[in-house]
T-cell receptor
C-alpha cells in the first residue's frame, strides 16, 4: 500500500464548477500537507500548504486536512480553463527534514 | 529572477554511458533534492542534501550518485544508466526548515526528460 493515495483522474469539469480533489495517507507522523500544481512540461509549484489539521483558504482555493481520518482535500471554486493541470498532494513530517511524499497526482481538465 | 535551473532539459542516451544532470539555484537555499516522476508512481525522492558536503539517500537512490561541493549546485550522476532509469527528473531547493509550523516551500526546476535506450 502506498503511503499517499490519490485518484489519478482524469477529472473533466465545465468552467465555473466546484472541483474537489482528495488524498488519503497512512503515515500519522505527517504534519505538513501541501498541494502542488503542475502544468504540462513544467515543474510542480506550490499552491497551498497547511500545518496540522484545519482549513485554509486562498482566493478560489480551500485546503482541508482531517488528521483523524488521514484525509486531505483541495476545493477549487469557480474553476477556470487556466486551472487545467495536474494537482499533486504532498506531505511531510516536518522538523529538520524536508522530505516530501507525493501522491500520484490528479489530472484536471476545465472545459469552456 | 529566483529560480532552479536544470540541464539538459532532454537527453537520450544508451545503456552504460555515464551522464550528469546539473542543477543550480540562485536563492541561497541550503536544502536541495532530486526526484524522479513516473506514471502511476508520482514523484519519488532520489537523494537530498541539507547543506554543502551533506547528502543522504531518499527513497530510490539505487543507480544514482550526487555531490554538493557548492551551495548552489547539486548534480545528479548516473554512472551506468539503464533503461529503468528512463524518467522525468526534477531538482528542488528550499530553505532548511528550522521552525515548527513554518513550511519552507520547495522550488522545483523545469525537469529533465531522460531516455535510456
Amino acid at each position: 500500500q502506498k503511503e499517499v493515495e490519490q485518484d489519478p483522474g482524469p477529472l473533466s469539469v465545465p468552467e465555473g464548477a466546484i472541483v474537489s480533489l482528495n488524498c488519503t495517507y497512512s503515515n500519522s507522523a505527517f504534519q505538513y500537507f501541501m498541494w502542488y500544481r503542475q502544468y504540462s512540461r513544467k515543474g510542480p509549484e506550490l499552491l497551498m500548504y497547511t500545518y496540522s489539521s484545519g482549513n485554509k483558504e486562498d482566493g478560489r482555493f480551500t485546503a482541508q486536512v482531517d488528521k483523524s481520518s488521514k484525509y486531505i482535500s483541495l476545493f477549487i471554486r469557480d474553476s477556470q480553463p487556466s486551472d487545467s493541470a495536474t494537482y499533486l498532494c504532498a506531505m511531510s513530517e516536518g522538523g529538520t527534514a524536508s522530505k516530501l511524499t507525493f501522491g500520484t497526482g490528479t489530472r484536471l481538465q476545465v472545459t469552456l | 529572477e529566483a529560480q532552479v535551473t536544470q540541464n539538459p532539459r532532454y537527453l537520450i542516451t544508451v545503456t552504460g554511458k555515464k551522464l550528469t544532470v546539473t542543477c543550480s539555484q540562485n536563492m541561497n537555499h541550503e536544502y536541495m533534492s532530486w526526484y524522479r516522476q513516473d506514471p502511476g508512481l508520482g514523484l519519488r525522492q532520489i537523494y537530498y542534501s541539507m547543506n554543502v558536503e551533506v547528502t543522504d539517500k531518499g527513497d530510490v537512490p539505487e543507480g544514482y550518485k550526487v555531490s554538493r561541493k557548492e551551495k548552489r549546485n547539486f548534480p545528479l550522476i548516473l554512472e551506468s544508466p539503464s533503461p529503468n532509469q528512463t524518467s522525468l527528473y526534477f531538482c528542488a531547493s528550499s530553505l532548511r526548515p528550522r521552525v515548527l509550523a513554518r513550511y519552507n516551500e520547495q522550488f522545483f526546476g523545469p525537469g529533465t526528460r531522460l531516455t535510456v535506450l
